[in-house]
């Protein structure tokens, strides 16, 4: 197989309102390369004119999602002037910035591998989903590099927390799928054969909602984990509702409330004699 000429994406939709991405070099782990990094810029900007498109699932394609940037590439990189290397981090950070900035929510669908540079782009998404065989590591300071790579400074902390985050940049160890859960950092954890439907019910999920919803949702978590107090937080949901209030979603489920509650039974008179149930008897 000619794998030079593969894209570095694979597309599908396989349900109504949902995007699959699939990191397409499954020979080299989903290892990223310069490509990756533009078509996943490139399929972001395409799914902000997409109105059809409601969630993005963002997986690799074979039993790994990344492996991090590809270490053929490395020592071309470090071997750089300065001004392109630059360059080149500033172009690696914008795809990591585009699936954050995405107004559709971004679910990661993660198995075997999610390192360094991978582990980055699963942290972009709003929620992960993991196989019991996944295993995250920001593995960048046992490369000699520094742990802040790609956002995984800013990412992890906001996730896990300071002191977790921490101890996993400094360290570089792994996690396994069983802490991912309990640490936050994955929402979910599933078997490696269910993954995929495991990812794309709860895309669904979240396809249903409104998209003008979904999007003003993430706007608003992202705004306010970093709001300097409540009152702040308070006055930017304020301003949120405001905006979507006004949207035909909002118009078209009060009706259909309305509508439900007037189509809904009288509700039965209440018993003359004392009820004779059990706790047993209502389980």
């Known amino acids: 197989m000619n794998h030079a ?5 694979l ?9 699959v991405a699939a ?7 989903n ?3 310069e490509d990756t990094f533009r078509a996943l810029s490139e399929l972001c900007a395409g799914l902000r004119e997409d109105p059809s498109a409601r969630v993005l699932v963002l997986t690799g394609a074979g039993e790994d999602f990344c492996a991090g940037y590809d270490i053929d590439e490395v ?5 750089l002037p300065p001004a392109e290397l630059l ?5 690696q950070g914008a795809a990591v910035t585009a699936l954050r900035d995405l107004p559709q929510p971004v679910v990661a669908a993660v198995d075997g591998a999610a390192v360094g540079a991978g582990l980055s782009l699963a942290l972009a998404a709003d929620v992960r989903v993991l196989t019991s065989r996944a295993r995250l590591r920001a593995s960048f300071v046992r490369m000699g590099l520094s742990g802040g790579d790609m956002g995984a400074s800013w990412l992890l902390p906001r996730i896990a927390g300071y002191g977790y985050a921490s101890e996993l940049m400094l360290t570089g160890r792994p996690v396994d799928a069983d802490e991912a859960l309990a ?3 994955a929402s979910r954890v599933t078997d490696p054969s269910e993954l995929p439907a495991a990812a794309l019910d709860l895309a669904e999920r979240i396809a249903a909602n409104s998209p003008v919803a979904l ?3 993430k706007r608003i978590l992202q705004s306010n984990t970093d709001a300097p107090s409540l009152a702040v937080a308070l006055e930017r949901e304020a301003s949120t509702q405001v905006v979507a209030a006004g949207s035909p979603e909002v118009q078209e489920a009060v009706a259909a409330f309305r509508g439900r509650r007037a189509s809904a039974p009288a509700a039965p008179e209440p018993p003359t004699e004392p009820s004779t149930n059990t706790k047993e008897e209502l389980r």
């Open 87 to 91: 360059a080149l981090l500033e172009r």
């Open 75 to 79: 020592g071309r990189i470090a071997a």
């Open 31 to 33: 290892a990223l390369t």
């Open 5 to 9: 000429a593969a894209p570095p994406l």
């Open 11 to 19: 597309l599908t939709r396989p349900r109504p309102g949902v995007v």
């Open 23 to 29: 990191l397409n070099r499954p020979h080299r782990m």
């Open 215 to 217: 999007a003003l949702t």
């Open 183 to 185: 640490r936050g950092l």
